[in-house]
C-alpha cells in the first residue's frame, strides 16, 4: 500500500512534467562562426568559359558568381574579403573587370553574387587566361568549412570550397568526335576533313545548329546523328564550291588554304 | 510475491511510457480558415487568329471577400512557353494575340494572387492560334508573265475555300522570277540542320524555293542551292519535285539529273541516281513515276534504249527492272519496249499500280499497267488501247482517278475517261472555248485517312483560260468522277487565277 502511493506520486511528477515544449536547434553563430565560401566549389572549383564557339560579334560575357555564408542573417551589411591571387594570368580591367561596386552581403542576406565581366581579348585566342579568387577571413566571416576531401581510386584531393578557378579562352576546340584520339575520328575526318575552328564555326553558322548540342559528349552516337556528318561534308563542300565559283574563296584562318571539307565528299 | 513484483514492473513500464509519450511537437495545430477563390468562366480551350482578340471575364468567387475589392489580388495570364510570356496582369483578359500560329495548342495560366497571404489560385487551359492558312489548294499560275503562287484555303466545310492572291507578295515570302513550272508539298526534314517543316516547294525555270510553312507563315524559305549537297554553277534549277511518304522526295533537274533527298541519314539533293552501274549517264524522259510507299523507289524510261529504268532505296544507281521468273512469258520486256514514252504514274488505285503509256510508231498506243516497288517488277498488262480510245495519241495531258483506276486525258479542251477495266471511253467534259492548262488527280501523302481530305483530293481537277485573256481568266474546277463510269459531276469552282501551270495540296 505504502508503494502504492510512492508510485502515484512519481506517476504524477512525471505526468506533470512529461511534456516540454523545446525550442527549435539552430546554427549556433557564437560557436561555430560564420564560414564564407563559394556553393560552386561545393561540386567544382573551376568555372570556364570559352568565346571560341560565339559569333563573332560576342564580345563580352558575364558570369555570375555566388558567395553565401553560413548562419543567420544579420540586421548589417557585412563586407567580405575576396583575394585575388597573384598567380591570375587575367589582366584586371583588360581581361576581366569585377562589376560590383562593393564585396558585401546585405543586411538580412545570407548570400551575394559576384559579376565578372570577361572580356574577349586577343590573348584568348592563343591559350586560356585565368583567375584565381578566394575568400579570406575578416571581421564578419571565418574560414571554418575550408576544405572538403575527395578520394578517387585511393588518391585523396583536397578542395578548397574558398577557392575558385575561372579560366577564359577563345579556342572552338572540336567536339568530342573530331579529336583525333576519338574512336569516330576516321569517320569524321571522312567526312568533314582536318579540323579547325574556323571551318566548325562556319558548319555551326551555316546549318544553324545548336553549338551546345554538338559539342555534348554523346552526340555522336545519339540518334543516328552520326549519319549527319556525311550530309554536313557534303553540304560544306558544295557550299565551299559555290563561294569559289562566286569569287569568294573560303580560306582557313592562315588566309592561304584553301578550306575543304573530307575526302569522302570529293 | 510474484504477483506483485510483476504489477511493480508493469507500472513502472507505464511510467517509463509516459516518460516518453511526449517528444518534441512543433507542429502547428492552430487552424484558420483561409480565403479561397473558385475560378469559373473559362473554357477549356480557345481558338485565335493570330492577331485577333482573345477576351475572356472569369468568374471570380472568394470565400472570405464577398464584396472582392480587386486591390486586395494580383491577376496574371501566363503562357507555359520558353520565355513564360505573360499576356495580362489584369482580371479580364482582353488582348490581341500575337503568339506564333502552331500546331500545338499554348497552355496558358490564370493566376489570382492574394497580396495579404502570397496565397495563389490557378485555372489553366489552352490557345490554339492558327494563322487561319489552314490546309488547301496551292495553286501555282503565270500572270502578267510572271510566276505567282496563290493559296486556297479551307475555312469550314459548308463554305467554299478562301482564296489568298500572290500569298508570297502578301506575306514576305519568296520572289518568283521567271516562268512557273511546278509547285509541290511535303514533310521535309532539313537534310542539314534537321529542321522539320510542312514544305511548299515552287519551281520556275529559274529559281527553286523551298518554304518551309510549318508555322503557317511563308517567310522562312531557302533557296534549293541550300539544300544540294553538290554544286551546280548556275543557270541551276528544278523541273519536278516529288515527294514520297516520310519526307524522302526525287528532284528532276534542268541537267536531266534526277536526284534524292533522304535526310534521315543525311542525304541532300545532288545524288544523280539515273546513271548505270558503270557511271554512264541515262538520258530520262522527265516524266516518272515516284512510288507510293515510303522507301525510295522511282521508275524511270530511258528515252534513248526505250526502256524502263528503276532506282530503289540503298543503291546510287539504276538498273533495267529484273522480272520474277515467270512459267507465263512476260506481258512486255521493260529492257526493250521500243516505244516512246507518253505518260507515267503511280497511282493508289488497284493494288498501287504504276500505269504507263507508250506510243509506237505506228501511231497506236499502248498502257502497261505494272505493280512495281523496292522488292517486285511485275508486268500486269500490256494493251493497244488506240481501238478504244482513238483519240489518246493525240492527247497532251494525263490523270488517273485514285481509286477506280480511269484514265483521264486531255485532248483539245476536251476531256475523256478511259476505263481500263471494261475499255469503255467517254468524253466526260468539253470545255468549250477555253484553254486547258492542266488536269491532275492530287495525291496525299499523310493525311490519307482524313476523310475530308480525301473527298476533296478526290476531285478531278481542271484549269482552265480564256485565251483571250490569259492573265485573269484563270479557272480551276473540281469534278467528282464516280464509280462505274457514271457522269462526271462539278463540285466547285474557282476563279481569279492566271494561266494555272500546277496545283498541290498544302496538309495540315
Known amino acids: ?266 | 510475491m510474484q504477483n506483485k513484483l510483476s504489477g511493480h514492473c508493469g507500472i513502472i513500464c507505464l511510467l517509463l511510457l509516459l516518460v516518453t509519450a511526449c517528444s518534441k511537437d512543433l507542429g502547428n495545430y492552430d487552424y484558420k480558415e483561409i480565403n479561397q477563390c473558385t475560378i469559373n468562366g473559362i473554357s477549356d480551350e480557345y481558338t485565335v487568329l493570330r492577331g485577333g482578340n482573345l477576351d475572356i471575364t472569369p468568374e471570380l468567387q472568394f470565400s472570405q471577400d464577398k464584396n472582392f475589392d480587386r486591390n486586395n489580388y494580383s491577376f496574371k495570364w501566363q503562357v507555359a512557353n520558353d520565355n513564360q510570356l505573360v499576356l495580362s496582369d489584369k482580371p479580364e483578359l482582353h488582348e490581341i494575340i500575337t503568339l506564333p500560329s502552331q500546331t500545338e495548342a499554348y497552355t496558358v495560366y490564370f493566376m489570382v494572387t492574394e497580396k495579404s497571404t502570397g496565397v495563389l489560385w490557378r485555372s489553366k487551359f489552352r490557345i490554339r492560334v492558327s494563322t487561319n492558312i489552314s490546309d488547301g489548294w496551292l495553286v501555282l499560275s503565270e500572270a502578267n508573265s510572271k510566276a505567282r503562287l496563290d493559296y486556297l484555303n479551307y475555312l469550314s466545310d459548308n463554305e467554299p475555300y478562301q482564296l489568298y492572291k500572290d500569298i508570297f507578295t502578301q506575306q514576305s515570302g519568296p520572289k518568283l522570277e521567271g516562268k512557273p513550272l511546278f509547285v509541290n508539298f511535303y514533310y521535309r526534314i532539313d537534310a542539314f540542320s534537321n529542321v522539320r517543316g510542312k514544305t511548299v516547294v515552287v519551281g520556275t525555270d529559274k529559281d527553286t524555293y523551298i518554304v518551309n510553312t510549318q508555322t503557317n507563315t511563308f517567310t522562312s524559305y531557302i533557296n534549293l542551292a541550300d539544300a544540294m549537297s553538290v554544286y551546280y554553277p548556275p543557270p541551276y534549277h528544278a523541273e519536278s519535285v516529288k515527294p514520297l511518304y516520310a519526307s524522302r522526295s526525287y528532284m528532276y533537274d534542268n541537267l536531266g539529273q534526277l536526284t534524292y533527298e533522304y535526310p534521315t541519314v543525311g542525304t541532300a539533293y545532288g545524288r544523280v541516281v539515273n546513271r548505270t552501274i558503270t557511271g554512264e549517264k541515262i538520258n530520262i524522259s522527265p516524266i516518272y513515276a515516284e512510288g507510293i510507299q515510303s522507301s525510295l523507289y522511282v521508275l524511270m524510261y530511258d528515252v534513248v534504249n526505250r526502256r524502263f529504268m528503276e532506282h530503289k532505296e540503298g543503291n546510287e544507281v539504276s538498273s533495267v527492272p529484273a522480272l520474277a521468273p515467270s512459267p507465263l512469258p512476260p506481258k512486255f520486256d521493260p529492257g526493250n519496249m521500243g516505244m516512246d514514252l507518253m505518260y507515267m504514274c503511280a497511282t493508289n488505285a488497284v493494288t498501287l499500280q504504276t500505269y504507263a503509256l507508250l506510243k509506237h510508231s505506228s501511231g497506236k498506243v499502248y498502257l502497261a499497267r505494272i505493280q512495281c516497288d523496292g522488292t517486285v517488277f511485275n508486268p500486269l498488262a500490256f494493251d493497244e488501247i488506240t481501238t478504244y480510245a482513238p483519240m489518246i495519241a493525240q492527247a497532251t495531258q494525263f490523270a488517273i482517278e485514285h481509286s477506280q483506276g480511269y484514265l483521264i486525258y486531255l485532248v483539245g479542251s476536251k476531256i475523256y475517261r478511259y476505263n481500263p477495266y471494261d475499255n469503255t471511253n467517254e468524253m466526260v467534259i468539253d470545255m468549250g472555248s477555253r484553254t486547258v492548262s492542266l488536269i491532275k488527280f492530287q495525291r496525299l501523302l499523310y493525311n490519307f485517312q482524313n476523310p475530308r481530305y480525301l473527298d476533296e483530293t478526290s476531285k478531278l481537277v481542271v484549269a482552265s483560260y480564256d485565251p483571250a485573256s490569259p492573265d485573269n481568266s484563270g479557272t480551276l474546277d473540281l469534278y467528282t468522277v464516280p464509280a462505274l463510269n457514271a457522269p462526271v459531276v462539278k463540285y466547285r469552282s474557282y476563279n481569279g487565277f492566271g494561266k494555272i501551270v500546277d496545283v498541290s495540296y498544302r496538309e495540315n
Open chain 1, 1 to 266: 500500500m505504502k508503494y502504492s502511493f510512492v508510485y502515484l506520486a512519481g506517476f504524477f511528477f512525471c505526468l506533470l512534467t512529461a511534456c516540454k515544449k523545446d525550442r527549435l536547434q539552430v546554427y549556433d553563430d557564437e560557436a561555430s562562426g560564420n564560414s564564407i565560401y563559394f556553393p560552386l566549389a561545393e561540386s567544382t572549383n573551376q568555372l570556364s568559359y570559352s568565346f571560341g564557339y560565339d559569333k563573332s560579334a560576342v564580345t563580352q560575357t558575364t558570369l555570375r558568381v555566388v558567395i553565401r555564408a553560413i548562419g543567420a542573417p544579420k540586421d548589417f551589411d557585412r563586407p567580405y574579403k575576396l583575394v585575388i591571387a597573384d598567380s591570375s594570368t587575367m589582366k584586371k580591367e583588360v581581361d576581366y573587370k569585377i562589376l560590383n561596386t562593393e564585396t558585401s552581403i546585405r543586411k538580412g542576406k545570407v548570400a551575394d553574387t559576384i559579376l565578372i565581366q570577361l572580356n574577349r581579348t586577343p590573348v584568348l585566342k592563343t591559350a586560356p587566361v585565368f583567375l584565381y579568387l578566394q575568400l579570406q577571413p575578416n571581421e564578419h566571416f571565418e574560414n571554418n568549412m575550408l576544405t572538403r576531401t575527395v578520394i578517387t581510386a585511393g588518391t585523396v584531393t583536397e578542395y578548397h570550397f574558398n577557392r575558385l578557378q575561372i579560366s577564359s579562352d577563345d579556342i572552338a576546340g572540336p567536339p568530342p568526335f573530331w579529336m583525333e584520339k576519338s574512336p569516330y575520328y576516321s569517320w569524321t575526318f571522312n567526312y568533314l576533313g582536318t579540323f579547325s575552328s574556323l571551318k566548325f564555326q562556319l558548319l555551326i553558322n551555316r546549318f544553324n545548329l545548336k553549338v551546345e548540342e554538338v559539342v555534348s559528349p554523346n552526340w555522336f552516337t545519339t540518334g543516328g546523328n552520326y549519319y549527319r556528318l556525311s550530309g554536313w561534308g557534303f553540304g560544306m563542300q558544295a557550299w565551299l564550291n559555290r563561294m569559289e565559283a562566286e569569287n569568294n574563296t573560303v580560306y582557313e584562318a592562315d588566309g592561304v588554304t584553301k578550306m575543304k571539307m573530307g575526302a569522302g565528299v570529293q
